[in-house]
């Protein structure tokens, strides 16, 4: 009998090791959680937003709190900053490629900087107007920041 109980818990985790993983491209339609769902955890829903993606490919890459705004990047390469208190969209910009690699966002007191690869954009907080762009020598290995008067982007050399 124990033989057989332990040939059964050898097969059981053989099936979950050989199991195949679950797509990392799933399209799911999430629900809002009901009013009963929400006041059992104390909790209070102060806004939703649904972003546009058009196409299944296309979903949320990384999403950042800076200041009073989230900076949500899509697949596809869309920031969009949408004010974290109201859930208001202030402004939605693609920039660089189709799909590109997501990079967390660098940032100062007014500029939102973004990766393209080895090109390096600013971007205005309040409105996603490009304010310049640098060609860079090679990828940054790490989010670029900037203060008052200084750019720091960090290289693997």
Do not use: C
């Not at 053989?14 to 797509?23: H, S």
């Not at 629900?31 to 296309?58: G, I």
């Not at 009073?68 to 004010?83: F, K, P, S």
């Not at 660098?106 to 973004?114: E, H, I, M, S, W």
């Amino acid at each position: 009998m124990r033989r057989l109980s332990v040939m059964g818990i050898l097969l059981l985790v053989l099936t979950a090791v050989a199991a195949p993983p679950m797509p990392s491209n799933a399209v799911t339609y999430p629900t809002t959680p009901s009013k009963a769902e929400l006041d059992r955890l104390n909790l209070q829903m102060a806004w939703s937003l649904q972003l546009p993606s058009h196409t299944t490919q296309n979903g949320i890459g990384a999403i950042q709190h800076i200041g009073n705004q989230l900076y949500i990047q899509l697949r596809d390469g869309t920031i969009t900053a949408v004010n974290a208190e109201t859930g208001k969209v202030d402004w939605s910009k693609r920039i660089g490629n189709e799909y590109p690699v997501i990079r967390r966002l660098g940032y100062d007191a007014d500029l939102v900087l973004a990766l393209d690869v080895n090109r390096l954009i600013a971007l205005e907080k309040k409105d996603g107007h490009p304010r310049w762009m640098l060609d860079l020598p090679d990828v940054p290995v790490a989010p670029p920041m900037a203060g008052e008067y200084l750019l720091y982007i960090p290289f693997s050399n």
